[in-house]
């Protein structure tokens, strides 16, 4: 572990297991506007070189609109440290410790699946070579 980076300190590599606890009339607003949404004509280019890809959008918000009342579902969705939640700076594979820590110790979920993009693919990728 880097723990001697800048920015960086032992506490900061522990995961702080926290509740997010939307409403339900929110959840229930919010599964009435994916239910109601209003889709542009397809455009005469199909798929990605005429913009956002409108099938794959619209099975993206199926997916939310439909997902969303199961609250039997279990996601772990970790930010990078220093990124969004916790201040300071974390290397990818500071970042990838703590993750591991989060899933197997603090979860208890072995094996686990992770997926990133930007700096979240390079802490995946150190989760797949430690």
């Known amino acids: ?20 606890d ?9 599964i009435g506007r994916l239910t109601a949404t209003r889709w542009p004509p397809r455009a005469a280019r199909r798929g990605w070189p005429g913009g956002v890809d409108q099938e794959c959008l ?11 009342d199961r609250p039997a ?10 990124r969004l939640l916790r201040p300071g700076r974390h290397t990818p ?3 990838s410790s703590t993750w591991h820590k989060l899933m197997a110790d ?6 686990f699946c992770a997926h990133g993009g ?3 693919a390079m802490v995946t990728n ?3 070579v430690a």
Do not use: K
């Open 1 to 20: 572990m880097d723990a001697d980076a800048p920015g960086h300190s032992r506490a900061m590599s522990e995961p702080v297991p926290f509740t997010v």
């Open 22 to 30: 939307v409403p339900h009339d929110v959840l229930v607003d919010l």
């Open 58 to 68: 619209q099975a993206l918000v199926a997916r939310w609109r439909d997902g969303l």
């Open 73 to 82: 579902r279990q996601q772990v969705n970790p930010s990078c440290p220093g």
């Open 93 to 95: 594979r500071a970042s």
């Open 106 to 111: 603090v979860a208890g979920y072995l094996p």
């Open 118 to 120: 930007d700096i979240g």
């Open 126 to 128: 150190r989760l797949a």
